[in-house]
């Protein structure tokens, strides 16, 4: 990364090994920057490092434009008690990975982060001898197969990885939607005030009654203020009660927004904002929206 002549040394958690699109996801999001990278097996890992002040900074997946909400992060940035300070779109570009020499007809098993073996459903039906083997993340599962060193394994991948492990491209573009974006998260254990936060996260449960969420939402509506996204999870020990995440467009900086929320906080029987952040577009807002209108049931 370039020397910009400051002092750029932070600590980032990242999901993953080196080569996977969490990796990427910090290498954009932190591109000015000097940092130093700490990679982590789980997304629990990840959060409970930012939590305790081991790393100053993780990076996160937490939506995919085909399988949606990644609903363990939600769940995790929720029970840490971290925020959300930044967000990355990663463009997924899926390939079959496998050994030098490998053939179709040679594969039994195939290795990938349970996002990945899912968003290559349709490549994969054609393939039922298979045996599909979730494993740590993408970047894992090519050096798994590099390091058992057999014929008989694959992994889905990015080129990235197949050029760290020395792997080939055995298939390429086996993911089923050609526009497949991830979204990536930047927590941290407090918010921090930037230039440009214009999307916020909050969670929130209502009052159990017939309507209650429709109440709530219509504050947005009459605000002007666009709903992003909404993901419910469930409130564990209380059945059929649910959290709900919520993405809005919006600064804390307009106290109209603030004014919005605050009344929207007296309408709910738990309210915390998770973060206000820049909104990352990446000149891929149309592609996204593109993929989203795609997705089947």
Known sequence: MPNTGRDYDITVGCFGNPGSYSDQAMKES???KHIKPIYY????DVVQAVSAGVVRYGVLPIENSSTGGITEVYDLIHRYDCRIV????????????????????DIRTVYSHPQGLAQCRDFLKAHPDWQL??????????????????????????AISA??????VLVPHINDNTTNFTRFVI?????????????????LTVRHRPGAL??????????????THLESRPIKGRPFEYFFHIDVIGSLDDPGVVKTLDE??????????????PADTGGTTDEIRTDRRNVGP
């Open 41 to 44: 097996d789980h997304f629990e």
């Open 86 to 105: 930044g967000e990355q779109y990663v463009r997924i570009e899926h390939h079959l990975l496998a050994l030098p020499g490998t053939t179709l007809k």
């Open 214 to 227: 429709y109440h709530v939402l219509g504050y947005f509506f009459y605000a002007g203020m666009n709903m």
């Open 30 to 32: 932190f591109a000015e």
């Open 133 to 158: 083997q979730p494993y740590f993340s993408t970047s894992q599962s090519a050096e798994r197969v590099q390091r058992e060193g057999g014929h008989d394994a694959a992994a889905i991948g990015n």
């Open 264 to 277: 929207m906080a007296g309408n709910c029987n738990y309210f915390k904002i998770l973060g206000n952040y």
């Open 187 to 203: 927590v941290a254990l407090h918010t921090e005030k930037r230039d440009g936060n214009n999307k916020i996260t909050l969670v």
């Open 163 to 168: 050029e760290l492990y020395h792997l080939q």
